[in-house]
């Protein structure tokens, strides 16, 4: 029996939004279109999968969006797709639609979510990877880091405008869960004196030395940037107050940058890469590859298996760990 020919092509963003998903829809609908296919937008993710929210978008439906941030497609955590019985109503309505392959992006959790509905229906899928941790197995960057990394650089440069003012120490919490790839790459790029991930726990102790060499080295302020899943502390307040009690040179200030490092206008590099991760990833379905993920390596876009990109997530590289010591001097 020979494998079914894909027409039509559904696509959803899932989980956290990531600038640069735009991008990506833009990319598999018109790369559909060039084939001669028919896409499919499906609106909220694997929840409006479930309830049938989809339509059909042609190349001018994606018009004027490869600059914009968030998801034209909106997106959502599904608790219902989790269950056997939400898998099987997407099912039916990708049926319904007489959609014949689809993609997703997103990250580690919407990647696993697919992985489970392609094997119990065996339907051919494929993942582009989109977040801003880049905690993605396989892939060097996913789409949405380079932006967010660099509104992470900006807002530290902005404090430490205020921070060599005043006699202060700032604290400043970027997102990263169980990932510190954005406060590692936005704290080097940001010159911070020291970089909290959860990755590696080096302690309070650790930290009050750090600190404390930089202030005999002559310096009047300092930049601390930290992971919001770093476990040195219970929390940065606690990291602030400890090292407000032991280093009373310092004035000590906390902010928290938050979901601002979600949104804006994507930069060039993610733009480029959403746009052939999402060709790519169309290609991949026309040649029959399923339950594949694209990813971005040695320079080159390729597409790898699904069950890799959901394997432990991916860690920071401890060869950056170095760069920390030697730049602070």
């Known amino acids: 029996m020979g494998r079914k020919q894909i027409d039509r092509i559904g696509v959803l963003t899932s989980g956290g939004d990531a600038p640069g998903m735009n991008a990506a829809i833009r990319a598999v609908v018109r790369a559909g279109v060039y084939y001669n296919k028919e896409v499919y937008g499906i609106f909220r993710g694997y929840e409006g999968l479930i309830d049938g929210d989809i ?25 219902r797709f989790r269950t056997p019985e939400g898998r099987k109503q997407a099912y039916q309505n990708l049926r319904r639609y007489g959609i014949d392959a689809l993609a997703v992006i997103g990250g580690d959790g919407s990647f696993r ?18 977040t801003i941790d880049n905690d993605i197995n396989g892939t060097d960057f996913s789409v949405g880091f380079d932006t967010a990394s660099n509104t992470a650089m900006d807002a530290i440069d902005k404090i430490r405008d205020t921070a060599s003012s005043h006699n202060r120490l700032f604290f400043i919490e970027v997102m990263g869960r169980n990932s510190g790839f954005l406060a590692l790459y936005s704290g080097i790029a940001g010159g911070a004196e020291d970089i909290l991930i959860p990755e590696e726990n080096r302690g309070l102790n650790e930290l009050l030395f750090q600190l404390k060499r930089s202030k005999r080295s002559g310096k009047t302020s300092s930049i601390v940037v930290v992971a919001e899943g770093d476990k040195t502390g219970e929390n940065v307040f606690e990291l602030a107050r400890y090292i407000e009690e032991n280093l009373k040179e310092y004035e000590v200030r906390v902010v928290i940058i938050g979901h601002i490092q979600r949104g804006g206008s994507p930069t060039t590099f993610d733009r480029v890469l959403a746009s052939r991760f999402g060709v790519k990833a169309v290609e991949a379905l026309l040649d029959h590859h399923t339950k594949v ?37």
């Open 55 to 79: 339509e059909r978008f042609t190349a001018r439906r994606v018009s004027n969006i490869i600059n914009r941030g968030g998801t034209i497609l909106k997106t959502a955590r599904s608790e």
């Open 293 to 329: 993920a694209t990813g971005y390596r040695n320079n080159d876009v390729i597409i790898y298996p699904l069950e890799e990109a959901i394997q432990a997530p991916k860690k920071v590289s401890t060869k950056l760990f170095p760069l920390i010591e030697i730049l602070t001097t």
């Open 113 to 130: 979510g697919l992985k489970v509905f392609a094997d119990e229906f065996d339907f051919p899928v494929v993942g582009i990877p989109a």
